[in-house]
């Protein structure tokens, strides 16, 4: 195949996957809502104008039309365009690296053009909903399953079983203290069945950039961690003092407690089952404190709060937004399936 050859096919790759991706925009928009994907017909979300065939052009007609509904020119988010060209670009590169790395293994590309689609749809549910949906996870498991009879010299199959019981290992640990979910967990063990140690560089691409984007989430998001935490506690304080006030329940003398809670599309709720009964004089009025929270607290990002609890005080509050890692395990898993061996044998040339 030519120079010029391998350019039309990459642009082919390239405009194909721009359609693919402007699908996904509605598998990401409607499955959440248990929407149809087929039936109904694309339309804009301010106006309720059918859009025409010209309005849904990937990639193009979002900059054509600057952002905004041709209709009733409301403002359009650039993520669909992102999606289109995140897809595009995937797309392209997977036929470089069909061209020039996988010695023009077919079914490495059609692997490729199943694979990506469900990278980007779980990265965009996860950060809408704080959720890697189950089928995501089961696809990318069969895939590889199917890897094991249509690619058994590449990783032979008792690796990647080691590398599924590693990455099992590591993440139920991680999930069991917190620092990841069962979504995550589910991801990285049919990612270790399709790409067997390649997996571990996914990890460590996954969690390099997690690490840092978590950084400077960390500097963003400190100062409505604050306020929130500060408007936490003056409620609980209030609260409090009522249940001392009432001899409805407070924590015994020299004891303490905590009581989680969660933020979930901006309403606040309290893990009430968590509530150690046994260190109460009496079980304190939990309705109050959950209306007022709801009435009160206003974020519209996913988060998490601790009232901590001593004796007859609020001792502190801490409040902490929840980060997403599915996009960045994401990112690991792509590059590992596009470059990994490229990646092994580099290293291992070090050596």
């Not at 980060?323 to 040339?349: D, K, Q």
Request: one cysteine or more.
């Amino acid at each position: 195949m030519s120079g010029i050859e391998t350019a039309v096919y990459a642009v082919l790759a390239f405009i194909f996957g721009s359609i693919i991706g402007s699908f996904l925009n509605v598998v990401i928009l409607r499955t959440p809502k248990k929407e149809s994907i087929i039936t109904e017909p694309s339309h804009c979300f301010s106006c309720g104008h059918r859009l025409a065939w010209y309005d849904m052009f990937p990639i193009f007609s979002w900059i054509f039309l600057r952002g905004r509904c041709r209709y009733c020119k409301s403002k359009i988010s650039p993520r669909y365009m992102i999606i289109e060209a995140a897809t595009a670009v995937l797309y392209c590169l997977s036929f470089l690296s069909f061209r020039f790395i996988w010695d023009g293994n077919v079914w490495k590309l059609v692997f490729s053009a199943v694979l990506f689609p469900i990278l980007i749809v779980l990265s965009a549910i996860d950060i809408d909903c704080f959720e890697i949906p189950y089928w995501c996870s089961i696809s990318i498991a069969v895939l590889g399953a199917a890897s094991f009879l249509l690619f058994p010299d590449e990783i032979v199959w008792y690796e990647r079983l080691i590398a599924f019981g590693i990455v099992l290992v590591l993440f139920a640990i991680m999930v069991l203290i917190g620092g990841m979910g069962g979504g995550d967990l589910q991801l990285m063990c049919g990612a270790a069945l399709l790409l067997g140690y390649k997996v571990f560089i996914a990890l460590f691409i996954g969690i390099l950039f997690g690490a840092v984007y978590g950084v400077i989430k960390k500097f963003r998001d400190k100062k409505v961690e604050r306020v929130v935490s500060h408007t936490i506690k003056g409620i609980a304080e209030k609260w409090y003092q009522n249940q001392l006030d009432r001899e409805i329940g407070f924590v015994m003398d020299g004891r303490d407690d905590v009581i989680v809670g969660s933020i979930s599309e901006g309403n606040p709720d309290i893990e009430w089952e968590f509530l150690e009964e046994k260190v109460w004089k009496g079980l304190p009025d939990k309705a109050e404190l959950s209306q007022t929270l709801r009435e009160k607290i206003k974020d519209e990002r996913e988060g998490g709060f601790r009232i901590y609890i001593k004796g007859d005080k609020v001792e502190k509050v801490k409040y902490s937004r929840r980060m997403v890692f599915g996009p960045f395990l994401s990112l690991g898993i792509a590059a590992a399936w596009l470059v990994g061996s490229f990646i092994m044998n580099w290293y291992t040339s070090l050596l």
